[in-house]
């Protein structure tokens, strides 16, 4: 039985974030999960509180609920988010803000609110779910990847600035897996018929990986892993997708990597 660690998982009622909750819950930690639907979405020996992370009202709640039941939080995991799919240029604006309110600045509203109480614990740790789609430029779901790649930066920075508090920050890079997000992904609602082929091609090819992939433990065992490292690193690379996109950026010509996405999303014209 490990000492008993307070740990919050955003978007625990479905998919990774569910799995992260069970198997923390399993292995002792004081777990609270997050769902927008807390009262239909019980996990067993998981205390879960109702979140919308584009609000900030909502996040401030949250985190002072974990306090008021817990009196800590050690362990804050930002797993939360949605896929928005489509051609860049059928994107709106408001979809593209809808993407990046959940995917990007809900990470940013509970790190907000979650840093003032690790800094004064000095100590902390804080894990976000990233994605493939963070490491390289996903064609037809590029709003998506945009806001992993500002999850990106944002996480490299704020490893460097809030290390002298004993506050480690990492991030997880599934690949594809197979969750219930493949069948909740939004579709830009305005769609271009020149993008119609290469849409479908591109999506087809997404469904594909996500239907072969591993499930969501993949995840929750690396998590574990993460939290019991008495140095845990900044990224934790999952899947094979994601290996050799992270393989082929470091050792061959930019070039390869983008035929190898052209390739394998189905792209170019068939002979
Ligand atoms: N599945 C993959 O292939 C894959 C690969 C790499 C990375 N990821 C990342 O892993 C994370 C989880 O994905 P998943 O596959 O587990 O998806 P999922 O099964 O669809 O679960 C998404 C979770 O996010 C929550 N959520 C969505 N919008 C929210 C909001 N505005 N406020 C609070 N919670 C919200 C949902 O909770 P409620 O609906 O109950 O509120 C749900 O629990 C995401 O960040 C995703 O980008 C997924």
């Known amino acids: 039985m490990v000492k008993t660690k307070t740990v919050l998982v955003t978007g625990a009622s479905s998919g990774i974030g569910q799995a992260i909750a069970i198997l923390l819950a399993q292995k002792g930690y004081h777990v609270f999960g997050t769902s927008r639907y807390p009262i239909s979405r019980i996990i067993p020996q998981v205390e879960m509180i109702g979140l919308d992370v584009r609000s900030d009202e909502s996040v401030e709640a949250c985190i002072r609920t974990v306090m008021n039941k817990a009196g800590r939080l050690d362990i804050l995991i930002n797993n939360a988010g949605y ?70 930066g944002y996480s490299e920075s704020l490893r460097h600035e809030v290390k002298p ?12 897996l197979k969750t219930p997000m ?28 996500e239907e072969n992939a591993p499930g969501p433990e ?7 892993k993460i939290i019991k490292s008495k140095s845990p690193r900044l990224r934790y690379i999952l899947g094979q997708q994601a290996t050799v996109v992270s393989n082929l950026r470091r050792f061959l010509p930019e070039a390869m990597l983008e035929q190898g996405i052209r390739g394998s999303f189905n792209l170019d014209e068939r002979k």
């Open 182 to 209: 493949m069948d909740a992904r939004q579709l830009a609602a305005h769609p271009i018929g020149d993008y119609d082929q290469w849409r479908k091609r591109a999506l087809a090819a997404v469904r594909k990986f």
């Open 165 to 176: 508090f004993n506050i480690h920050v990492s991030m997880v890079e599934p690949s594809f």
């Open 83 to 152: 896929e928005l799919g489509g051609a860049l240029e059928e994107t709106s604006l408001d979809e593209a803000t809808g993407q990046f309110d959940t995917n990007f600045l809900g990470v940013l509203r509970m790190i907000k609110a979650a840093l003032p109480i690790m800094r004064e614990q000095n100590q902390g740790q804080i894990i976000n779910i990233s994605s493939l789609a963070g490491l390289v430029g996903i064609p037809f779901l590029g709003m998506y990847s945009a806001s992993k790649f500002a999850l990106e």
């Open 218 to 224: 993949l995840v929750a065992n690396t998590v574990l």
